[in-house]
């Protein structure tokens, strides 16, 4: 919001941009003028700011309260009065007229507009993930092809390898090429204890007694033994 306002300024006093595009007189060398152009300016684009900053979402995705949106616009409607009309030689305000008024508001919705973008992406800088991609995982800037991914594949088979009580290979060589083969066992696996929970007594019990959150090994009878 301060570039913005800062770029307005520029171009209000240093620039007829305003004025050839929106056939306005210029304001250039009248100071007090100026001063209420920008007290204008600052009081939309601050105040519009709190219906980005209460939402989690899109800030048009989340209903505003009725007495925080009355608050607002009859804040403005001040505001844009005041801007219109006065004439305070103590503050140095002096009226701009209806169409600079229309060009302030116009001015202000196009900046008000990128507001969640940067909400989105502080809030994502702050989150923390930006870093762990920064620091731990090395990715942002790594001149790795596909930025490392085949490193973190092999590192990925060797945990699982090693979760699954298979031989690590000695070296640091790339082993991608063991991805088929570990979800080939792991597929096994799951096949034999379905088929193991279908079609034996046992299975049958520890699949009825898991359903129920019933301990087998804590139950002592003279009926059954694990």
């Not at 070296?171 to 792991?186: H, V």
């Amino acid at each position: 919001m301060a570039v913005m306002t800062v770029v307005f300024f520029w171009a209000m006093r240093s620039t007829d941009f305003f004025s050839n595009t929106f056939h306005v007189r210029s304001l250039r060398g009248s100071t007090d003028e100026m001063m209420s152009a920008l007290y204008l300016q600052v009081s939309i684009i601050s105040q519009a700011l709190i219906f980005v900053t209460r939402s989690h979402s899109w800030c048009f995705t989340e209903r505003p309260g009725f007495l925080l949106c009355a608050a607002f616009v009859v804040a403005q409607i001040v505001a844009t009065v005041i801007a219109v009309f006065a004439n305070f030689g103590f503050a140095h305000i002096r009226g701009i007229g209806w169409g600079w008024a229309g060009v302030i508001w116009l001015y202000s919705l196009v900046t008000f507009v990128p507001l969640d973008l940067f909400k989105f992406a502080i809030r994502y800088v702050l989150s923390g993930r930006a870093w762990n991609n920064l620091l731990q995982n090395k990715t942002a800037f790594t001149t790795k092809k596909n930025y490392g991914r085949e490193e973190r594949e092999a590192q990925w088979a060797t945990k699982q390898r090693s979760l699954h009580g298979l031989d690590i290979e000695a070296g640091g060589g790339d082993r991608s090429f063991e991805l088929p083969e570990i979800a080939e066992q792991a597929k096994r696996r799951a096949e034999f204890a379905r088929l193991r929970e279908k079609n034996t007594l046992r299975g049958h019990l520890e699949s009825a007694a898991k359903v129920r959150g019933i301990d087998i090994n804590a139950v002592r009878t003279p009926f059954y033994s694990m």
